[in-house]
């Protein structure tokens, strides 16, 4: 760690502290979230902190490895994305929170195969886009070709849990690939007609389940039904104007202890930051989460090789529009989609998964300063 050329002294230190501060930040508002019902007064703090720690190796595994060896596991890693995806609708798989999404290990824990397959996803679009066409720097047509099918292949197992805050992610995953990746303008404006035509026949036909489209209901018009379809949203508005400037201090806020916002653990964690926290803390974990955007651009533009450049920059685009959302439907902004705020949310394959992405970036910024 002392020598000049140290792997350790070349990992991006000011990131991994946002990320560290993001993930205590997260372990407080999880404490605070669930001590009065969780078994144990402790028990999903103990099980957090545990994810926190697996995901912590698994950030540095990553990190040690050359990300351009990367680019010949990538078919593989996608691969195992999908049979995990597959597992999901066999009997294997479990519902929870009105998506058959998991699958259960037993013990209490269970796995979302999910959101490895935004991994498996960036990582194959990566590969498949980092070598450009003879004589141009744009990718091959038959390579655009079969990320958009490795794409719909994803996007479409997933619709089928249905999850579709996810299937919004990966969307955006292959959106930001395709046009790192150097992608024609009018492609990406035929893409763009084609994603608003899907939507369009996704209300025409009724895809969507009850609940989701409650979801949507209640964004346009949250006082249509407060204590029905509005319920979430007014309470977690109700909650974060309550702290106002400071907070009301951990563990004292009466939304919070009374659990009138649902999945304040998860979806709604950020209520709990806006109440407990006051404005200062919310813009803290924004800023926080800002740090970790800008590092990873950092990273992308500095990096010399395509697919590295184009792993960070998806990366950054799946961080930028997750957190979004997040943040956005906890203060009415934007529709209610059940995404989890990186690194701060209680989650297991989700904490993984994010970690495992950072990991992939510590691996680029490693390996560029190796040749400087």
Request: hydrophobic share 50%; charged share 10%.
């Amino acid at each position: 760690m002392a020598r000049e050329n140290s792997t350790v002294r070349r990992l991006d230190g000011l990131m991994l502290v946002a990320v560290a501060g993001l993930s205590i930040i997260g372990t407080l508002l999880v404490w605070s979230s669930t001590r009065t019902w969780a078994p144990g007064s402790t028990g999903l703090v103990k099980k957090h902190l545990l994810n926190e720690a697996i995901g912590m190796v698994m950030c540095g595994l990553v990190a040690t490895i050359d990300h351009r060896a990367m680019r010949a596991y990538a078919p593989l890693v996608f691969l195992l994305s999908l049979v995990g995806l597959g597992l999901v609708i066999t009997p294997l798989g479990a519902t929870i929170n009105g998506s058959h999404s998991w699958i259960l290990l037993g013990g209490g824990f269970a796995v979302q195969p999910s959101e490895f397959a935004k991994v498996g996803l960036l990582l194959i679009i990566a590969m498949l886009l980092a070598q450009p066409a003879e004589g141009t720097d744009r990718p091959r047509g038959l390579d655009v070709v079969l990320a958009l099918v490795a794409a719909g292949i994803t996007m479409g197992l997933v619709m089928l849990q249905p999850d579709l805050g996810t299937a919004m992610v990966l969307a955006v995953i292959t959106a930001a690939g395709l046009i790192i990746g150097g992608v024609r303008k009018r492609v990406i404006a035929l893409m763009v007609l084609a994603a608003g035509g899907a939507v369009f026949a996704v209300f025409y036909f009724q895809m969507l389940e009850p609940y989701q489209v409650a979801r949507f209901t209640a964004f346009v018009d949250p006082s249509v039904d407060p204590r029905g379809v509005g319920y979430n949203s007014t309470q977690s508005m109700i909650a974060i104007g309550s702290g106002q400037l400071l907070g009301k201090g951990l563990l004292g806020g009466g939304q919070t202890t009374g659990r009138f916002v649902p999945e304040q653990h998860t979806d709604f964690i950020f209520t709990v930051a806006g109440e407990e926290f006051g404005f200062l803390g919310s813009v803290t974990v924004v800023l926080l989460l800002g740090v970790v955007l800008l590092r990873g651009l950092k990273i992308a533009r500095q990096c010399e090789d395509r697919f590295g450049t184009l792993v960070a920059g998806t990366i950054v685009c799946w961080f930028a529009f997750q957190a979004f959302i997040n943040v956005g439907m906890t203060i009415g902004i934007m529709p209610i989609t059940g995404l989890p705020l990186p690194f701060v949310s209680y989650g297991g394959t989700a904490t993984f998964a994010n970690l495992i992405a950072v990991g992939l970036l510590q691996a680029i910024k490693v390996r560029r300063q190796s040749f400087e």
